[in-house]
């Protein structure tokens, strides 16, 4: 989608790393932004993007001085990508659309409910167009990886998805993300809550806790004392943020879970809208926007299963995994355990 990060480039270097050509789609989908949400206002950084991706193609030269593997950049435009029709966001929709039902209608679905079918509708055209052997998504859009997973799945689509950890922050640990932009300093000091949470509920599962209540009462009460905090101070102060879900899922079906089964382990996830602020203070470090525009942050962590079943959660979700029917290559077989273990 653009508004490149560190995060987006660490999928581009994981690529390179295992092919021999990369291929980039910059493309703001239309088609995952709903009737009201912030599609005129997204972040579009063609110039610095393109600048990114020319240094980052220079620092992968091999040893020979040949240049980097990055062979293209797409950037289609919306009238070839929906070239029947305009696109339509509303919940009815018309036109041709990909539909991953329940998944898509779970977690992020409930609150935007055409986002999946859009991130769906966009990849199978992009899989369709390109064609490639592997493609490669972050884990912090979690759900987005498991519905894309299990599409490449049910439509038998001959390429491996490939995922793996989210980039945070050095300073904070806040998820990198495009939409980050929008946070001045007073947004982005509270923002980092639902990292803080739910690393708050990690702890309780390694404490041993199992049972739902138990594992997100350690994620509630850290967003409840932060959100109290704020509320305390003056509108000048503050940073007001509201929690839309804080979830403990099966990995496989995202479905809430009332305990762990710790064969499986589970996915910590959650998701707080930030508030514009009330009032600016003069000479304040603002984000682009004045901070005058709510801003939607997600986050989750793997909870790993036991270590004796063998292949553990983070490296089924981390994995490349084959849609298609065809034979698996050994090599690539072999490589799928690479990928570092969240903690």
Not at 88 to 116: C, M, Q, W
Not at 258 to 271: F, H, I, P, T
Request: with cysteine; proline share 5%; net charge negative.
């Amino acid at each position: 989608m653009g508004a490149l990060h560190q995060g987006h480039l660490s999928l581009v270097r994981q690529a390179a790393a295992e092919n021999d050509k990369v291929f980039i789609s910059i493309y703001v989908n239309p088609t995952q932004f709903g009737v009201n949400e912030d599609l005129d206002s997204y972040p579009k950084t063609w110039d610095k993007d393109i600048e990114m991706l020319r240094q980052l193609n220079s620092d992968l030269k091999d040893s020979s001085g040949r240049e980097g593997p990055i062979d293209a950049i797409f950037a289609p435009t919306t009238e070839s990508m929906y070239p029947t029709l305009p696109p339509d966001s509303s919940l009815p929709g018309t036109g041709s659309f990909v539909n991953i039902t329940p998944l898509a209608n779970l977690l992020e679905g409930k609150s935007r409910p055409v986002f999946f079918r859009g991130v769906a509708t966009v990849c199978m055209k992009l899989f369709n167009i390109v064609q490639p052997t592997r493609v490669y998504f972050g884990q912090k859009d979690v759900q987005q990886t498991v519905i894309i997973k299990r599409m490449v799945r049910d439509f038998h689509l001959d390429t491996r998805v490939c995922f793996v950890p989210t980039e945070r922050e050095n300073d904070d640990g806040l998820a990198m993300s495009s939409r980050n932009v929008y946070l001045g300093e007073r947004r982005r000091r509270v923002g980092i809550v639902l990292y803080q949470a739910l690393q708050a509920a990690e702890a309780a599962y390694r404490m041993g806790m199992r049972r739902r209540e138990e594992v997100l009462a350690f994620a509630w009460e850290v967003a409840d004392r932060m959100s109290t905090a704020q509320d305390e101070l003056g509108v000048e102060e503050r940073a007001r943020f509201e929690v839309d879900y804080i979830s403990l899922a099966d990995p496989d079906t995202l479905e809430e879970v009332q305990s762990v089964d710790e064969a499986k382990g589970a996915v910590l996830s959650g998701a707080i809208k930030m508030l514009p602020l009330e009032s600016v203070r003069a000479g304040e470090r603002l984000g682009m926007g004045g901070d005058e525009v709510g801003v939607r942050l997600i986050d989750n962590i793997v909870l790993a299963p036991r270590p004796t079943t063998g292949m553990t959660l983070a490296m089924v979700l981390l994995r490349c995994t084959r849609g298609g029917l065809g034979r698996r290559d050994e090599r690539e077989d072999e490589q799928e355990h690479r990928y570092a273990t969240p903690t």
